[in-house]
């Protein structure tokens, strides 16, 4: 390979460094990738051989397995990292990274606080290095076409947002760490996603009012024990969730039901239920002053639908002649198969790695000094969390709650026990 591409290594190589790792197999399918996979660091040394083993069947060389940053340094030379690891020890993997000049991509959620992702920003920018936030759901290229729509004016001027999302019982969601309030928490590792997308189409949030409950306490894990195939999204947590205890005690809240206002004027009816029982439910539409847009699941490849007074809705395909100029960018045009999509149809592991490509096409142009990019920086991913926990917060407070007194770390109550076992 070229000494001029990037030397990358991720840092982190459990499920999502897996998972990562398939997306940026794609990218290299796909002749779009700048980088090369020098390291694969884990302190369990069994994730970091089973990373680089499986990156050697995808990319065709074994990068250097290691335990910590610094056995990867003296192993490989380092440009940038990808950082997977558990939301914990993302604000102290990134400023270490940052220290030893290297650029960053991580995960989400950026930081486990809003205060970690103040650390996370002020060290990236010290030290005059990229910090990009693995944020996926915008990068649809269902979601691309709406916000051309909505920017198009195709339905007006937003006025409401509808997202919700309710199903789970008390079934465990991938991972213990994720319903545990000192490791991430659901509301925190799922509501960043939504966050950005609300904030995506709408602009900046402002203003949050919500109500927060944990009602299931003790969940469960049905792949316990077994030798799953298969285990949550892309298919490659199962050898993980065999090993977690059947039956655990959740701490982090479960439910959160908000209204949330926006600087423009829109306002968003949310609901993120992961306790609900009987009929799952995913909903999400915009409402303008001329129509309705409803919006597909993320990753589905499922078509928009428009609603326009007094007309048939318009799906699919027939949404293109609405808006001309509308394309995709290169990286996802070539992963997708085209540059105007009304739909697309891939299997969801597919559909998961091609987006994680685009991530990483984006996270190489920015490194590259390309204008604009990341597309979802360090602030914007911290704007993330501090819009998910603007929920918690709303409801510690009893009143409803800014962003901006959460993202500047002025409004605190929830996440304070956090930040006390953070040592920050």
């Given at each position: 390979?070229?000494?001029?591409r990037?030397?990358?290594a991720?840092?982190?190589?459990?499920?999502?460094?897996h998972?990562?790792?398939?997306?940026?197999?794609?990218?290299?399918?796909?002749?779009?990738?700048?980088?090369?996979?020098?390291?694969?660091?884990d302190?369990v040394e069994?994730?970091a051989?089973?990373?680089?083993?499986?990156?050697?069947?995808?990319l065709?060389r074994?990068?250097?397995?290691a335990g910590s940053?610094e056995?990867?340094?003296?192993?490989?030379?380092?440009h940038?990292?990808?950082l997977?690891?558990?939301?914990r020890?993302?604000?102290?993997?990134?400023?270490?990274?940052f220290?030893r000049?290297?650029?960053?991509?991580?995960?989400?959620?950026?930081g486990?606080?809003?205060?970690?992702?103040?650390?996370?920003?002020?060290?990236?920018?010290?030290?005059?290095?990229?910090?990009?936030?693995?944020?996926?759901?915008?990068?649809?290229?269902?979601?691309?076409?709406g916000?051309?729509?909505?920017?198009?004016?195709?339905?007006?001027?937003?006025?409401?947002?509808?997202?919700?999302?309710?199903?789970?019982?008390?079934r465990?969601?991938?991972?213990?760490?994720?319903?545990?309030?000192?490791?991430?928490?659901?509301?925190?590792?799922v509501?960043?996603h939504?966050a950005d997308?609300?904030?995506?189409?709408?602009?900046?949030?402002?203003?949050?009012y919500a109500?927060?409950?944990?009602?299931?306490?003790?969940?469960q894990?049905?792949?316990?024990?077994r030798?799953a195939?298969d285990?949550?999204?892309?298919?490659?947590?199962?050898?993980?969730?065999?090993?977690?205890?059947?039956?655990?005690?959740a701490t982090?809240d479960?439910?959160?039901?908000?209204?949330?206002?926006?600087?423009s004027?829109a306002?968003?009816?949310?609901?993120?239920?992961?306790?609900?029982?009987?009929?799952?439910?995913?909903?999400?539409?915009?409402?303008?002053?001329?129509?309705s847009?409803?919006?597909?699941?993320?990753?589905?490849?499922?078509?928009?639908?428009?609603?326009l007074?007094?007309?048939?809705?318009?799906?699919?395909?027939?949404?293109?002649?609405?808006?001309?100029?509308?394309?995709?960018?290169?990286?996802?045009a070539?992963l997708?198969?085209g540059?105007?999509?009304?739909?697309?149809?891939?299997?969801?592991?597919?559909?998961?790695?091609?987006?994680?490509?685009?991530e990483y096409?984006?996270?190489?142009?920015?490194?590259?000094?390309?204008?604009?990019?990341?597309?979802v920086?360090?602030?914007?991913?911290?704007?993330?969390?501090?819009?998910?926990?603007?929920?918690?917060?709303?409801?510690?407070?009893?009143?409803?709650?800014?962003?901006?007194?959460?993202l500047?770390?002025?409004?605190?109550?929830?996440?304070?026990?956090?930040?006390?076992?953070?040592?920050?």
């Open positions: 390979m070229s000494e001029s990037i030397h990358l991720i840092v982190g190589c459990g499920g999502m460094g998972r990562h790792l398939y997306g940026l197999a794609e990218l290299a399918r796909a002749g779009l990738s700048p980088f090369q996979l020098v390291g694969a660091c302190p069994e994730n051989a089973s990373l680089a083993d499986q990156a050697e069947k995808l065709g074994r990068p250097e397995a940053l056995a990867l340094a003296a192993a490989a030379e380092v940038a990292i990808d997977t690891t558990t939301p020890a993302h604000h102290t993997v990134a400023a270490e990274a220290g000049g290297w650029h960053v991509m991580c995960e989400k959620p950026l486990l606080t809003a205060r970690a992702c103040r650390i996370m920003v002020e060290a990236a920018e010290s030290a005059g290095r990229v910090l990009s936030t693995a944020e996926n759901y915008r990068r649809d290229p269902m979601n691309r076409l916000k051309a729509l909505l920017d198009a004016g195709v339905i007006g001027e937003p006025r409401l947002m509808v997202q919700h999302s309710l199903g789970g019982g008390d465990m969601l991938i991972s213990v760490w994720r319903h545990r309030k000192d490791a991430s928490g659901v509301l925190l590792d509501g960043v939504y997308i609300l904030e995506y189409y709408l602009g900046p949030a402002t203003t949050v109500q927060t409950r944990l009602h299931e306490p003790v969940r894990n049905p792949a316990a024990g030798e195939s285990g949550g999204p892309a298919g490659v947590y199962g050898r993980w969730q065999k090993e977690m205890p059947a039956e655990f005690e982090a479960d439910a959160a039901y908000a209204t949330i206002l926006f600087r004027g306002v968003a009816s949310y609901i993120e239920d992961h306790a609900a029982r009987g009929e799952d439910l995913r909903k999400r539409a915009i409402y303008g002053s001329l129509g847009l409803d919006l597909p699941g993320d990753r589905s490849g499922r078509p928009l639908t428009l609603h007074p007094g007309q048939d809705p318009v799906s699919g395909a027939p949404l293109l002649d609405r808006v001309p100029g509308f394309h995709l960018d290169e990286p996802t070539a997708f198969g540059d105007r999509l009304g739909e697309y149809g891939f299997e969801f592991a597919v559909i998961d790695r091609k987006i994680l490509a685009v096409a984006d996270f190489g142009a920015a490194i590259a000094g390309e204008a604009g990019r990341p597309e920086d360090g602030r914007q991913g911290a704007r993330s969390v501090a819009l998910a926990y603007a929920r918690m917060e709303s409801q510690a407070a009893g009143r409803a709650v800014s962003v901006d007194e959460v500047q770390d002025r409004l605190h109550e929830y996440q304070d026990d956090i930040n006390e076992s953070l040592g920050i």
